[in-house]
């Protein structure tokens, strides 16, 4: 993969907490195109790293490039960048005194300044694929924990970024409710959408990865195709993850 | 004592109204409410002023915090008593004193309030906001502020009911309030201290207990309000 | 001069309260209901009138029920100090006696038990197990009311106590020299938080280090 296709480059990123090195030295691509899951043993810094892409964490080192933009460089507006990164939360984080369709437009008004009559038709279409056509003006407080991260989704893909990002998506869900949102996170992929995650779902990785990274302790200790991580891990950690979480 | 009532009710109620300027509970309660509604703007502006990424600006107003805390109403009032006129060079009514006394006074623990307001409400929601794009100011105006009015809704009421009962300051400056107006019928009768004291205690007590119990009602509806949000994102 | 008086009824009207209000919280929490009702009426009473009608009411109205012999005793000795005193002091007991119940509402349950199972009677269970460990828990807000104390013995001016504020405004008319006196008068009263709040600081490390 040459670096003309990457929608994602880590090069020598480094971040420490005080004296513990939470990324070691990160050196990685996700191509265009293409849905990369990172997983691994809770501590290794798999959130730490999909946080740094839209600088919600500093790094102390390195060099992180978003679409052709240098994320950490000093000119940059990082509100714009921010826009066009599509983040979804582990905990929805929707805004509880909006209601869905007022979440999703938000964007479009404040960043994209479109008119509001715009903007919500734009949002209308969005919560329509994600297949809640009919909850437009419900709170988050009236929707499953299921709806509302769709309706996070939604809202992160308002401003029609080219990556989007997952930090554990369906990890606050009850689990009947974590097909509904793989599904759409299926379909993104089906789409073409680049997409990093962060995820336990192993069954989704299987299906839908173009990648695997398995991560411990701050560094990146296998990238391989889905078949290779599942089937034969090259790592002894690696191995061990499997085992604990099968 | 219920005779002093009797007697003494439209006294205490208005002052010497509409024979001299407005006075006794009215004012007091004038007082309060403008106080609270003036300090408001200013407690936001401070809040703000006290969680923001500015160090500079974090500074001086901690710095206005510590000074405004560190410092008895009463001081207050008498700086206000004599800067005012001396700054604009008329005399200013004990009224405006008072009132600019206790905006500046009240903005600042409003102010404490709405900041500690601020840093409970859950960082996902900052988070979250900043993520789409939205500058900092976007952020706290259209996310964290709606959300942490609501939430400190109670406390704010609350420190409406500390601005009641500091109005009875406004004695010490000939302001024209209840306690000023109770002093005035004690010098009229002279011989029944404790029964006027008393009766003053007894309304203010009434008033301060009515409000206090509406504020813990609302409290009990804004926890519950919180409570299913909370449960829902577990 | 005012500044020592200041002191002095700081700390006064600040033994009176936290005794009374310790106290207090112990019977709010002896179960007896008549004792917690009287408990809940004190602290009720002294938050929902202003202190300084509650010094107007000790000075001016309680006074004139007292005996003659008293009265005039009381106007040679400095009445208003002591009157000034006591009205404080039973005010912040009611919030000091708040303070404690929350303090002791952060411990857990198990501890009473415990020493109930010992054999402990209620007032040692009081006194060697929940008062110290509720002070620990409530020295942030206890603090805190030592700073209010400080900034209400300045209310006793308008009875005439020679404390800092109402000395300030004495030298003020008589010099005239208004934005000096009152300025040093604020530094005064700033010196004086800024030592509570830091003596207030090294207690709660020195509890906290003790504790966990």
Known sequence: ?246 | MIDILQNYWLLLLVGQFPNGPLGGLAMTLILAVCGIGLAFPCSIAIALALTSPFRALRASAQALVYIVRGLPLLMFIFWAYFAIPALLGTSVPGVVTMLFALVIYESVYLAEVIRGGIQALPAGQTEAARAMGLTHLQTQRIVVLPQVLYNVLPSILSQFISTIKETSLGYVISVNELTFAANQVNSILLTRPFDVYLLLAIIYFTLCFILTSCVRLLELRVERGRKSLRLKTQ | MGIVSTLELTLLAGCIAFVIGAVLAVVRASGSKLASGFVVVYVAYHRNIPLLVQILFWYFGITALLPAVIQSWLNQHGGGFLCGAIAIGLCMAAYVSEDLRSGMRAIPTGQYEAARAMGLSFMQTMRYIVIPQALRHAIASLVNEMLLLLKNTSLLMAIGVAELTYATRQIESQTFRTFEIFAFATLCYLAISFCIMFCGRALERHFRVAGR
């Open chain 1, 1 to 246: 993969m040459t670096s003309n296709n990457a929608m994602i480059e880590f090069a020598g990123v480094n971040k420490f907490y005080g004296s513990y090195h939470a990324l070691n030295n990160i050196n990685a691509i996700v191509p265009q195109g293409e849905v990369v899951i990172v997983c691994g043993p809770s501590g290794s810094g798999k959130s730490t790293l999909i946080r740094t892409v839209n600088r919600l964490e500093n790094i102390q080192s390195g060099k992180i490039t978003v679409n052709g933009i240098d994320t950490q460089s000093e000119g940059i507006n990082v509100n714009k960048m921010r826009s066009q990164i599509g983040f979804v939360f582990q905990q929805f984080n929707l805004f509880p005194h909006l209601s869905a369709l007022e979440n999703v437009s938000l964007g479009l008004i404040k960043v994209q300044h479109l008119s509001k009559g715009q903007a919500q038709e734009i949002a209308q279409g969005l919560l329509n694929r994600v297949g809640l056509e009919h909850k437009v003006n419900a709170f988050p407080g009236e929707l499953s924990g299921g709806q509302q991260q769709r309706v996070a989704i939604a809202r992160a893909l308002s401003q029609n970024p080219p990556v989007m990002l997952f930090d554990e998506p369906t990890s606050a869900l009850d689990p009947e409710m974590v097909g509904e949102v793989l599904a759409v996170m299926r379909e993104l992929a089906a789409e073409g959408m680049t997409m990093m995650c962060v995820t336990h779902e192993m069954g989704f990785a299987r299906d839908v990865a173009n990648k695997v990274w398995f991560m411990d302790q701050g560094q990146i200790l296998e990238e391989s195709t889905p078949e290779e991580f599942f089937k034969s891990p090259k790592t002894e950690r690696a191995s061990k993850f499997l085992s604990d979480i099968r």
